[in-house]
């Protein structure tokens, strides 16, 4: 399978703490990209990084790529209720032209 | 609000009804795309429009058509589904088509089955 896959499935963690979650990958990729979900809603772009990249920031999110692990880190800073959701990563295969999505990282944050 | 719609939001059908999902994107993208989406199952893309043409097809059944006027429209055509469709059909645009544009998702349209 060319999907990624997330670790961990759930991740429950008190406000204000941090959150990581982990995405992998068997094939080689030009980019990969991580995405919300809030309960029954669409999903919402994060932040993209590139194959040459090795570190992103937007805000209180940092991502990190590991070519050589093929894996992805997506980092939640100081964690608010409003932060509740799934969290999936995408990626761009080299060759394909479509993004295939993992099954995604449901993260609580209890106030 | 990401500049795409879905219309209807929540939609309960019989096996043997006729129903069309409609997505309308407010972006200018030149691709759009529908997914469905199955509890504890990974996004699953279904069609693939480049403007307006269909580059893709993920193995869909047949009782699933799409349809692309235009470049901001695009429809799911339903017929004689099965319980195992009831799902969140989600769609979505981008700028181009192509792994290295970001998606812009509408909300989705909770569908069941019965």
């Known amino acids: 399978s060319q999907q990624g896959e997330e670790d961990p499935q759930a991740l429950s963690i008190q406000e204000g703490e941090n959150a990581t979650m982990n995405c992998s990958y068997k094939t080689s990729i030009n980019n990969l990209q991580w995405y919300r979900q809030n309960s029954g809603r669409g999903l919402v772009h994060l932040i993209l990084?590139?194959?040459?990249?090795r570190e992103k920031h937007s805000g209180r999110l940092r991502v990190t790529l590991d070519t050589s692990k093929k894996s992805s880190s997506l980092l939640i800073t100081a964690s608010r209720a409003a932060d509740t959701a799934s969290y999936f990563c995408a990626t761009g295969f080299q060759g394909a032209q479509k993004l295939v999505f993992g099954q995604g990282t449901r993260l609580t944050i209890n106030p | 609000e990401t500049g795409v719609t879905q219309t209807p939001r929540h939609l309960v059908m019989g096996m043997t009804n006729k129903k069309s999902l409609k997505c309308e994107q407010h972006l200018g993208h030149n691709a759009m795309y529908w997914y469905k989406q199955s509890a504890k199952k990974p996004l699953e893309l279904m069609f693939v429009y480049s403007l307006e043409e269909r580059v893709e097809n993920n193995s869909v059944p047949s009782r699933f058509s799409p349809e692309c006027p235009n470049s901001s429209h695009l429809f799911l055509h339903l017929h004689t589904l099965q319980p195992e469709d009831s799902a969140l059909y989600l769609c979505a645009s981008s700028l181009r088509q192509g792994a290295y544009n970001e998606q812009f998702f509408g909300p989705g349209t909770r569908l069941t089955v019965l």
């Open positions: 990084i590139r194959s040459n990249e």
